[in-house]
């Protein structure tokens, strides 16, 4: 099992930034997507941003130029880093990572962490 741990939400003001982290810890072989997702009030879970083992990158269009995602492969480690908060960013954003567990016997995985509140409000 691998388990997903995000802190880093917290109430801010517009225009003022915020970095979430999260952890993974478990049985890890390896990790191939780290990504971050967000789920505002009465709307469905969206794409905020996403990372390979391989270095693709890709920004959902409403967080382009103000959020950054970079992750630790050493330490199973993916940050977002957001600059420029709307009140539109208000959400509970959700870590998720799809790779391989075990050691001796791996099979697949894709764990989501239980979510950080990200409030912007003046």
């Known amino acids: 099992q691998v ?3 995000e802190s ?3 109430l801010v003001q517009p225009g003022e930034s915020l970095t ?3 952890a993974a810890s478990g049985s890890i072989h390896s990790i191939n997507f780290m990504g ?3 789920q505002a009030l009465g709307m ?3 794409l905020v941003a996403t990372t390979t083992s391989g270095g693709s990158i890709e920004y959902a269009d409403s967080v382009k130029g103000r959020f ?3 992750r630790d492969n050493v330490r199973n480690l993916v940050y977002l880093q957001m600059n420029s908060l709307k009140p539109e960013d208000t959400a509970v954003y959700y870590c998720n990572a799809r790779g391989l567990t075990g050691y001796d016997v791996v099979s697949e995985f894709a ?3 239980q979510g950080t509140q990200v ?3 003046s």
């Open 20 to 22: 979430l982290s999260c």
């Open 68 to 70: 950054t995602i970079s």
């Open 8 to 10: 880093g939400g917290g």
């Open 119 to 121: 409030t912007v409000s």
């Open 44 to 46: 469905e879970r969206e």
């Open 111 to 113: 764990s989501w962490g």
């Open 36 to 38: 971050w997702y967000r």
């Open 3 to 5: 388990q997903l741990t």
